[in-house]
């Protein structure tokens, strides 16, 4: 990467304000809200709720002054407050890919008015009839006998997990491994960065389970399943926010945004909210401020819905935290140029699935281009 004065700015400006963020586990322990004593206290009363079916919300991760005023928005569903939130899962420090989406999608909305324990009730019973592929683990709380089956470490591993397994792809090419069945992230995402793996200009669903089969059974050509295994675990899945919805319900109308819980979310300067892009700005300017001493690998981040759920957050870390006012649009530009990707182009608020055909600063970019990008940040490394 040649040098780029304006990312100097970025880099010289995090090394001044940023000194004591060495690694992720700085960083987290810097501003992750997510703290294992604030876990371990919400599991603690979202159990007890189940068993005495009080009320309960995962919201309460605020302080009262915030937790009050989100509750006291528009299109809040009750999925907010139930629905075991899901922020950052990967090895963040040795990940080079990142795929940035929304929120949690939750398939089973909560009814108007229902309370938690019949919720969990109801969703055991839609959940265990699923073929186990399609199976939702944090929607398996409580068992047909009302017996809580989930523990406190597992919630702690749902909400954030940075353990060099914990990547959600690598997850499910283990299942993969086990079962011979492919989770949804390796059907929606798997395929194109596969595709690029073998050479392919795409995949369909049944070339890449013929694909993987053949890996696993040694007998692929040039693909080996150990290979594909170490490639998932430099993918790191971060949410912008992590309470589960049925839709994000993001509004672009100004007169609106003040009532709307998911733009009151995105826009708050929370430790919760700003997470996400913190560690996306992070892991740029460690890159710039390491490479040219520890060969690093220039970080790549595919995001869902720039506009709506990434720019605002990422506008405050630049300004706020960095104090970079007056550089922050240029800069944002010049990550779009060497760091980012969008699926679409950067407004757009459609749930395509992620392709080939990503966008680089609204220009679309060409499978070629999408090929060399893939290599060099997981499989060339």
Not at 116 to 121: A, L, T, V
Request: glycine share 2%; proline share 2%.
């Amino acid at each position: 990467m040649e040098e780029n004065l304006i990312l100097n700015k970025l880099r010289d400006k995090y090394k001044e304000k940023m000194k004591d963020i060495n690694n992720a586990e700085d960083l987290l322990n810097k501003y992750n809200p997510w703290t294992n004593k604030k876990i371990e206290a919400l599991s603690k009363d979202f159990f007890e709720a189940l068993e005495n079916d009080k009320e309960f919300s995962w919201l309460q991760i605020f302080d009262e002054k915030n937790f009050e005023f989100f509750q006291s928005l528009e299109k809040k569903e009750l999925s907010n407050d139930y629905y075991i939130p899901t922020h950052v899962h990967g090895d963040i420090d040795k990940s080079n890919l990142f795929l940035c989406l929304v929120n949690p999608n939750i398939n089973l909305e909560v009814e108007s008015s229902e309370s938690i324990k019949n919720f969990y009730k109801r969703a055991y019973k839609y959940t265990i009839t699923q073929k186990e592929e399609d199976r939702n683990e944090s929607l398996l709380i409580i068992n047909e006998n009302d017996e809580i089956i989930k523990n406190t470490s597992f919630i702690e591993d749902y909400i954030i997990n940075i353990k060099e397994d914990s990547s959600i792809f690598y997850n499910e090419i283990k299942f993969f491994e086990r079962y011979g069945k492919m989770k949804y992230y390796l059907k929606t995402y798997l395929k194109s960065i596969l595709s690029t793996y073998v050479n392919a200009s795409s995949l369909s669903i049944e070339e890449l389970n013929n694909i993987l089969v053949s890996s696993l059974k040694g007998n692929a050509e040039n693909v080996r399943f150990s290979d594909i295994e170490n490639m998932t675990k430099k993918i790191t899945n971060l949410e912008a926010y992590p309470f589960g919805s049925s839709l994000p319900q993001i509004t672009r109308i100004e007169s609106q945004k003040i009532k709307r819980f998911s733009n009151q979310i995105i826009d708050s300067y929370t430790n919760l909210n700003m997470l996400s892009s913190r560690i996306v700005i992070w892991k740029i300017a460690d890159y710039l401020i390491n490479k040219d001493y520890e060969n690093k690998t220039k970080p790549i981040f595919i995001f869902r819905r720039f506009d709506d759920a990434w720019l605002p957050p990422l506008k405050k870390v630049l300004k706020k935290d960095l104090n970079l006012n007056e550089d922050y649009e240029d800069i944002l530009f010049e990550l779009h140029e060497n760091f980012f990707l969008t699926i679409g182009r950067q407004d757009n608020n459609i749930p395509y699935s992620i392709s080939k055909n990503l966008f680089k600063n609204n220009n679309k970019i060409s499978e070629k281009e999408f090929d060399s990008i893939i290599r060099k940040s997981i499989i060339d490394n």
